[in-house]
């Protein structure tokens, strides 16, 4: 990111049938191209949650792949909210969380 970039950390929940298709791995590839920082993981509920740190232009992007989803998933909603930048520290390069 460059000095003008403000570093942007983002809450995404996606819902539709987005688990057991490969899900988490399509956003696991996508952020990590982007040079995002952040994490993605299955919930109880049958959604994925995500945290991506980057640049607006970035997370943009990353939310088009999000609306998009991979072969064989189902897109429903992308529902969105923006969290401090604070909430960056600690994050490293993206990764997928609760994978055994």
């Not at 899900?23 to 994925?48: D, Q």
């Not at 990353?62 to 429903?76: C, I």
């Amino acid at each position: 990111m460059s000095n003008g970039e403000r570093l942007i950390v983002r809450y995404y929940v996606v819902r539709g049938r987005v688990q057991g298709v490969g899900f988490r791995w399509f956003v696991h590839r996508e952020a990590a191209a982007l040079g995002l920082k952040g994490w993605v993981r299955n919930t109880e509920s049958g959604s994925v949650e995500l945290v991506a740190a980057g640049s607006e232009e970035k997370l943009g992007e990353l939310q088009a792949a999000l609306r998009r989803g991979s072969r064989g998933s189902r897109v429903d909603a992308v529902e969105q909210s923006d969290l401090q930048e604070k909430e960056a520290e600690g994050l490293k390069s993206f990764q997928i969380e609760g994978v055994w």
